[in-house]
Nanobody, 113 residues
Framework: VQLQASGGGLVQAGGSLRLSCAAS????????VAWYRQAPGKQREWVAR???????SYADSVKGRFTIPRDNAKSMVYLQMNSLKPEDTAVYYC????????WGQGTQVTVSS
């Protein structure tokens, strides 16, 4: 399984971005996929996840602002980020949680104040 994240960039506070993560392989639709982020000098933290059945959950810091839709037909998962804050600045990683955890390469999101 390979994961390719894209869609990061520079945005002003209050703006929106949509990250995309494309997965190869045949296991995408039956596993949980998630987004994590790592800010400079901090540990990687979980942001959001969506199960194979479509159940979503979010970190308190992004609840109400981010959503994590998935498209199993395209083996894609997205992170729609609205009302962005400077503290959302980080490298964002997508992950697929199967028997083994697979990680994408990360995409930089920078939110200016």
């Amino acid at each position: 399984v390979q994961l390719q994240a894209s869609g990061g960039g520079l945005v002003q506070a209050g703006g929106s971005l949509r990250l995309s993560c494309a997965a190869s392989g045949s296991v995408f639709s039956i596993n949980t996929v998630a987004w994590y982020r790592q800010a400079p000098g901090k540990q990687r933290e979980w942001v959001a996840r969506v199960t194979s059945g479509g159940t979503t959950s979010y970190a308190d810091s992004v609840k109400g602002r981010f959503t994590i839709p998935r498209d199993n037909a395209k083996s894609m998962v997205y992170l729609q980020m609205n009302s962005l804050k400077p503290e959302d600045t980080a490298v964002y990683y997508c992950a697929l949680h199967a028997r083994v955890n697979y990680w994408g390469q990360g995409t930089q999101v920078t939110v200016s104040s």
